[in-house]
Structure formats: structure tokens, C-alpha cells
């Protein structure tokens, strides 16, 4: 990822956050973008009931704060 590309200096990731892939790079023609790998399940509506639990507003708030 060239400079131009970087993300900004307070983007979550420079904070700490890790819970969203991390952008590596743009390919050539600048129509693909290459993300790191996060474990886990992608959400699909109808939610899950734990995906809308009271824990997981909490968790994301922890993530967020």
C-alpha cells in the first residue's frame, strides 16, 4: 500500500482496534482492494439472536471505546 493509500493517522486500527480487516493494498488498476483475514462468521440478516444480544451491543462498545 502505497502513502497515498495509507489509512489516516487516527483510523481504528491505530488505535488498537483489530476487529476489522487490514487493508494491504490496491491492485494496479485500482478497482481491487486487498484486506487481512479476521476469524469468524459474517452476519447475515435475519440476524442471529446472539448477534443481537445484549453481550454483543457491549463487546462492540468495548470496541469501540
Not at 479476521?38 to 452476519?43: F, H, M, P, Q
Request: net charge negative; aromatic share 8%; glycine share 14%.
Amino acid at each position: 500500500m502505497d502513502a497515498q493509500r495509507a489509512p489516516p493517522a487516527g483510523a481504528p486500527r491505530g488505535k488498537g482496534f483489530t476487529g476489522a480487516p487490514q487493508a494491504l493494498g490496491i491492485s494496479p488498476d485500482g478497482h481491487e482492494e486487498t484486506v487481512s483475514y479476521i476469524n469468524g462468521e459474517v452476519g447475515h440478516y435475519p440476524l442471529p439472536a446472539y448477534a443481537r444480544s445484549d453481550d454483543a451491543l457491549r463487546a462492540v462498545g468495548c470496541w469501540a471505546a
